[in-house]
């Protein structure tokens, strides 16, 4: 029946739509994770250098300095998962479904939702926020790496011969084991950016096309 | 739509002539009240639209003074139907799962 159909179509698409808005909430929240898990990064690398400084590793002796390097390291861990559940928890707290009630209505709902969006500021949002997806995944990786790179120099660290060589195959390391670990999130999030981008064409097509249309009711 | 506006001289809700449309649809002859309290739509209000549905064609009022839904009303909800699925039936929509 053509006007179920009509209500499930407007049904997936104020679904879609409360998607959007959760991206938003993403979209402000990465600066909150980037700060989190950017901070406690930073936090563990002061650290070190004033273990460094302070000569205290060589004070302290092989066991003791391995130890407190081990408990730094647990800094940027809790950074990047506090970060993440942070982000989890703006993105879920986004409420969704006010429109059901109105939806509920039947055909006239649907037709009561379609006209009370403001399609230009929908498409604006959409447009700002379909790459945020893509920078969250990203932002994850590149904390993913960090925190390997940092754990394998602390359990195998680079031989002072050869140094540069040292460093750029515990990079690749990082970068390979972090890829196992946050790749298949990276590729997922990547799609979703494809989606939205797909998403933005197909509403702005609809709205140029229902926007210069009108209903003609036969006196 | 104002009192003003019931003289036909601006558009009326769309969505509003499909509620009305649709009550009297389903329930057959309808009084005014009962019309304004099944669709949720204030009794000067509801009047307002009757006056233009009645210009319109869509309802009349029947010798029990009651409102009925006429051939003309019936087809132009159905022609609304078909003008939305038009544009919407056309939309695709991405698996989104943002978080």
Redesign the interface.
């Known amino acids: 029946m053509?006007?179920d159909?009509?209500v499930s179509?407007?049904e997936?698409?104020m679904e879609?739509l409360d998607?959007?808005k959760?991206?938003r909430e993403?979209s402000s929240s990465l600066k909150s994770f980037v700060l989190i898990a950017g901070g406690s990064i930073l936090a563990f690398i002061l650290i070190r250098i004033l273990l460094v400084i302070l000569t205290l590793l060589s004070l302290l002796g092989g066991n003791s300095a391995y130890l407190i390097s081990f408990v730094a390291l647990m800094i940027p861990l809790a950074g990047v998962i506090l970060g993440i559940l942070h982000?989890?928890r703006r993105?879920?707290s986004v409420k969704g479904g006010e429109w059901k009630q109105t939806l509920a209505?039947?055909?006239?709902?649907?037709?009561?939702l379609?006209?009370g969006i403001d399609w230009q500021s929908k498409l604006d949002e959409i447009s700002d926020v379909k790459q945020i997806?893509l920078l969250y995944g990203l932002a994850k990786l590149s904390s993913y790496s960090i925190l390997v790179f940092f754990l394998t120099a602390l359990i195998a660290p680079p031989a002072p011969t050869n140094f540069s060589i040292a460093i750029v195959s515990l990079l690749a390391v990082s970068l390979v084991i972090s890829l196992g670990i946050g790749g298949k999130e990276a590729v997922?999030r990547y799609r979703?950016a494809k989606?939205?981008d797909?998403?933005l064409h197909?509403?702005r097509s609809?709205y140029n096309?229902?926007k210069g249309?009108e209903?003609e009711?036969?006196? | 739509m104002s009192s003003k506006e019931a003289n036909s001289k601006s558009k009326p809700d769309l969505y509003i002539i499909a509620r009305l449309i649709k009550v009297l649809k389903e329930r057959g002859r309808v009084s005014r009240t009962s019309l304004a309290t099944s669709t949720g739509l204030p009794y000067d209000r509801l009047v307002n639209y009757l006056s233009w549905m009645i210009e319109k064609k869509l309802v009349e009022i029947d010798n029990d003074e009651l409102v009925c839904l006429t051939g003309e009303g019936s087809e132009t909800y159905d022609r609304l139907v078909d003008w939305i699925m038009e544009y919407v039936g056309k939309l695709k929509f991405p698996r989104l799962r943002s978080g």
Not at chain 1, 105 to 112: I, M, R, V, Y
Request: negative net charge; glycine residues 4%; charged residues 30%.
């Open positions: 053509k006007e159909d009509a179509k407007v997936e698409l879609t998607h959007v959760r991206y993403l982000v989890r993105v879920n209505q039947g055909f006239p709902g649907a037709l009561e379609l006209s997806s997922k979703e989606s939205l797909f998403l197909e509403l609809f096309e229902f249309s209903f009711i036969k006196a």
